[in-house]
Structure formats: C-alpha cells, structure tokens
C-alpha cells in the first residue's frame, strides 16, 4: 500500500489476556518505530528497528512487552497479561534512513487497545 | 532521559489571529521535527530543523531551531481553522524521537 498500515483498528480485550498488533510499513522502509499515545499526551517511543534487528527498545515499560520484524518488514508487537493501564493508541512509523538528511516518520492510523 | 516540554498545553484562538507554540528539550538536540495531528488522526510531518538558529517558512507557518539547540518555536500568522489540531515537536537524538507534550490548539469562528 501507499502508506503505513496497522491492524486492527481497534481491539477490545480483558485483562490478563494477551494480543498482538501487527505494523505493515512503507515498501522499502528500513527503519521501523513502535509508540504508544495516551489520551491528551504525545506519542510516547517504545522500540525502534533498524531492518531485522531492534536497535533500542528502551522505552518498552517492562517484559510483558515484546516486538518483532523477522523479515524486516511486518512488525508486531506483542502484549502479555495485558493490565488496564495498557489502554491506549498504538502507533506505528516507518521511515528510510539517510545519513545527515531527513528522516520523516510517516505513522499509521494506529490501533486503539482497551484492557476491560 | 531526554525530555522535551511544550507550551501551551491548549490555545484557543480567534479566526484570524495568530499563534505560537514553543518546545524546550532538556539536553541538545542533533535536530528538530515538528507534527501536525489532526483531531482523530495520527502524526503527521510538517518539518525537520538541522541547524543551530535556523529559520524554515511554509506559508503562514514560521519554524525556528534555537542557537544552542534545545529549544524550537512554531508560528503560524492568521489562523484558520484548517489549523485546528495538535503541534507537536520532536527531538532527535541518535534514532529516536522524543515528542513534546504538544499543543492543541482549537480555532473560534
């Protein structure tokens, strides 16, 4: 597609249970950005990759949060024992990656997780 | 970590009238960028700062990186309400981006 795709657009789950949301990037994209915006805040970084590999993911709050991109494309990110202050807009970017020049991130529409 | 703060967290404006949004980050930034969210929306890039006091127009969008880099302003003359929505900047360092708390500003007929 023309732009960064994420789904589903919304998930509804309970607490405890486990999801995955899955990022499909620009063609092309190398780098790949996981974030996640609460209500009224900006949007807060979680994990970035370059290509296959996670270059920081310093911003995951704590173990229950994992990603992937094993093919350097699709990304997912992973939820375990999910808790309600998990609830918020996930938000996935991509962008290309050119040494002192401009590195926009083009976001997806993101995907709004409430944990009942 | 690095932080980065923006004020005003809201602005409401008269149609016409001009606003102003300012971001200061806690440690120097190698550059700046500046989103555009739409009510409902996501993220949307409006422009990237490299250079120490530098100064970028889109229109009646006015963009500014401080001398020392750790600090950016958005200025936009004659609002419209097409500008409705939240400004926010974002700091670089290395890859990472760190977003400002935004502004959100709305627009009155």
């Known amino acids: 597609g023309a732009g960064v795709s994420q789904t589903p657009s919304n998930k509804v789950t309970e607490k405890g249970k486990y999801v995955e949301l899955r990022c499909d990037p620009i063609?092309?994209?190398?780098?790949l950005y996981w974030y996640r915006q609460s209500l009224g805040q900006g949007p807060e970084f979680l994990i970035y990759f370059q290509g296959t590999g996670a270059a920081d993911d310093s911003g995951l709050p704590n173990d229950r949060f994992f990603a992937v991109r094993p093919e350097g494309s699709v990304s997912t990110l992973k939820i375990q024992r999910t808790e309600r202050g998990d609830s918020a807009v996930y938000l996935c970017a991509s962008s290309l990656i050119v040494a002192g020049g401009l590195n926009e991130q083009f976001f997806g529409p993101g995907t709004r997780l409430t944990v009942l | 970590g690095q932080q980065v703060m923006q004020i005003p967290q809201y602005q409401h404006v008269q149609e016409g009238e001009d606003f102003t949004t300012y971001c200061n980050s806690s440690?120097?930034?190698?550059?700046i960028q500046w989103y555009k969210q739409r009510p409902g929306g996501h993220p949307v890039f409006l422009i990237q700062?490299?250079?120490?006091?530098e100064v970028k127009k889109q229109k009646r969008l006015t963009f500014q990186f401080g001398e020392a880099k750790k600090n950016s302003s958005l200025h936009i003359t004659a609002t419209q309400t097409t500008d409705v929505g939240t400004y926010f900047c974002a700091g670089r360092g290395n890859e990472k981006l760190t977003f400002g708390t935004g502004t959100r500003l709305t627009i009155i007929p």
């Open positions: 440690t120097t930034l190698s550059n």
């Open positions: 063609s092309g994209h190398t780098a």
């Open positions: 700062l490299v250079k120490s006091g």
